[in-house]
């Protein structure tokens, strides 16, 4: 069975610019999640969506993040404009239900100059 | 509103020795509580999770947590210590009947030397 799939791996951009992750669940999960970890920090919930519907997106800065899960499959994270302290990584997570194990991918690794 | 504190940003231990990494969390709901392992440039993976059956659960690689609902701890131990064990340890919980996103403690770095 596949894993949960990230893209980019690693990504280097100025403050102010914009960047956009994307993630593919696992085939037939209908729960994923972001997460940010910080350096020296456990991840962090920015938000999640159950099929293509948004369940908790209390601690996504809106001004500056948005992220859409069309279909209810894939899924892209999107920060514009990057400040500094978006320097981390950002998890996808997917689970078949919303009170299930949740499998991460990779990760993709932020550098904001 | 759900929380975990992880006691020692890091441990080490020799190899073959006892690896015990504590957790306590804070919960005003029947929590699930996790164990994962992240290894250097990679995901997440669980390592043991408990969710209201046996106080005593087993996990992959050797590694077991007891869920001690009076002491509010969810400690992580194994008997014997191998060089492969070294990486990152987060302690997780939930809210079972919710199935909220998790909530993760800061980590906690295991070193293990020969």
């Known amino acids: 069975e596949a894993g949960v799939a990230q893209s980019p791996r690693y990504k280097i951009i100025e403050k102010r610019q914009s960047v956009a992750f994307w993630c593919n669940p696992i085939?037939?999960?209908?729960?994923l999640y972001w997460y940010q970890q910080i350096l020296g920090q456990g991840p962090k919930l920015l938000i999640q969506f159950q099929n293509n519907g948004v369940v908790d997106d209390s601690q996504l800065p809106k001004d500056r993040f948005s992220a859409e899960r069309l279909k209810g499959v894939d899924s892209t994270l999107k920060i514009q404009p990057a400040k500094l302290e978006d320097s981390a990584v950002y998890l996808c997570?997917?689970?078949?239900?919303?009170?299930?194990?949740?499998?991460f991918g990779p990760g993709t690794r932020l550098t904001v100059l | 509103a759900q929380s975990v504190t992880q006691l020692g940003s890091h441990v080490s231990v020799s190899e073959g020795a006892l690896v015990l990494l504590r957790c306590n969390y804070s919960s005003s709901v029947p929590p699930y509580l996790f164990w994962y392992v992240q290894y250097p440039n990679q995901g997440l993976q669980l390592l043991l999770k408990y969710t209201s059956a046996a106080t005593l659960v087993k996990g992959i690689n050797g590694f077991e947590a007891e869920f001690k609902k009076s002491e509010t701890s969810f400690h992580l131990t194994k008997p014997s210590a191998h060089m492969s064990d070294a990486a990152e340890y987060f302690c997780a919980v939930s809210d079972q009947q919710a199935g909220t996103a998790l909530i993760f403690g800061k980590g906690t770095t295991l070193s293990v030397s020969s």
């Open positions: 997570a997917s689970s078949l239900d919303y009170n299930n194990e949740q499998f």
């Open positions: 085939s037939g999960h209908a729960t």
